[in-house]
């Protein structure tokens, strides 16, 4: 399906002036013959009160063809269930008044931006859509809007449940395809947001894990959910707008806006990673104390202030180890010599 963009301009204006004046007209038409019946010239104003009456019964239906497009919205058209062609470009427009507007997905709330209506406006733009002469509910934004999905519990590449949530940036550039090409486009996006999601997710480890290849060219690296949102976001946004390329949607943005683990096991990835930062700061702490110890030494020696021996040195770094990689201040005992 492709889009066909009529080339019209806002004709509309002009087009109400003409029928509220043939409106005008056959008022007076009807007035004139009602008039003029039993007069010389029955047979003419018999002629121009039937003339008269049949305008003002069927002279709505052209009212019908007049439609309102505001910036940044399209309507996409119908003529006896073919496409018709797509309405682009605000003004006031006058097309073929058997024209329907279509958009199944006119009344599809997805709480994104964009979605905001009333309980009771489903029926209203129904009518408005048939019979209205504006079609509201009926148009198609362009406007660039957020589609923001429920949590997902998704497992990483090594089995844990992850929850993670994203934020999807999007807009309509094709309205024949997204009216055309799916049943209904906000629902064929959200439900195309959440596979890949999925597929994405389940590449990467929420940490970074040894032995795990994320970028599929058969070497380990360092991706994960936690550490490299910014890649990720930008492969669910590609994979994302491979899926909707078909219905005519263009992903702009992709951003993960919640990510964490799932409820099961946060206690004990939490536990994990607290043991794994006590590990890497006595880690730190014993590095720090074996160069003290040893710069202790290499100074006492130089300016030969105390001559030790080996065993006296042993015992030195034993205690100098001990006081330095406590948890706890260390309670000294002094010698009084008693």
């Known amino acids: 399906m492709t889009e066909k963009v009529l080339n019209k301009r806002p004709n509309g204006m002009i087009a109400l002036v003409m029928f509220v004046a043939l409106y005008a007209a056959a008022l007076a038409l009807t007035i004139f013959g009602a008039l003029n019946l039993e007069s010389r010239d029955a047979a003419s104003a018999g002629i121009c009160l039937i003339v008269g009456v049949a305008w003002l019964i069927i002279g709505w239906f052209p009212f019908l063809g007049l439609k309102e497009i505001k910036p940044q919205e399209a309507l996409v058209l119908t003529l006896f269930g073919k496409y018709y062609g797509s309405l682009k470009g605000e003004g006031f427009y006058w097309v073929n008044p058997f024209c329907v507007a279509f958009n199944p997905a006119a009344n599809t709330k997805l709480g994104q931006s964009g979605d905001v209506k009333t309980e009771e406006e489903p029926f209203a733009a129904a009518v408005a859509g048939k019979f209205g002469r504006f079609g509201a509910d009926m148009k198609i934004s362009l406007k660039v809007m957020t589609l923001s999905n429920a949590k997902q519990k998704i497992n990483d590449c090594l089995g ?90 263009e992903i702009i943005e992709a951003r993960i806006t919640y990510l964490a683990y799932a409820p099961e096991i946060a206690a004990a990835m939490l536990q994990r990673q607290q043991a794994s930062a006590i590990i890497d700061a006595r880690k730190m702490i014993v590095d720090g104390a074996v160069g003290m110890v040893e710069m202790a030494l290499e100074r006492l020696s130089e300016n030969k202030t105390v001559v030790l021996d080996e065993e006296r040195k042993a015992a030195m770094v034993a205690n100098l180890l001990v006081v330095l990689c406590g948890s706890k201040d260390a309670q000294p005992v002094v010698n009084s010599g008693m």
């Open 160 to 249: 844990n449940p992850v929850e993670i949530g994203i934020a999807v940036t999007w807009r309509v550039v094709d309205t024949a395809k997204a009216v055309f090409q799916v049943d209904n486009y906000k629902e064929f996006l959200s439900l195309q947001c959440d596979t890949a999601l999925r597929d994405i997710v389940r590449i990467y480890p929420y940490d970074v894990a040894p032995n795990v290849d994320t970028t599929g060219d058969g070497l380990a690296d360092d991706g994960s959910l936690r550490g490299s949102s910014e890649v990720v976001a930008q492969r669910i946004r590609e994979k994302i707008q491979e899926n909707v390329r078909e219905a005519g949607l």
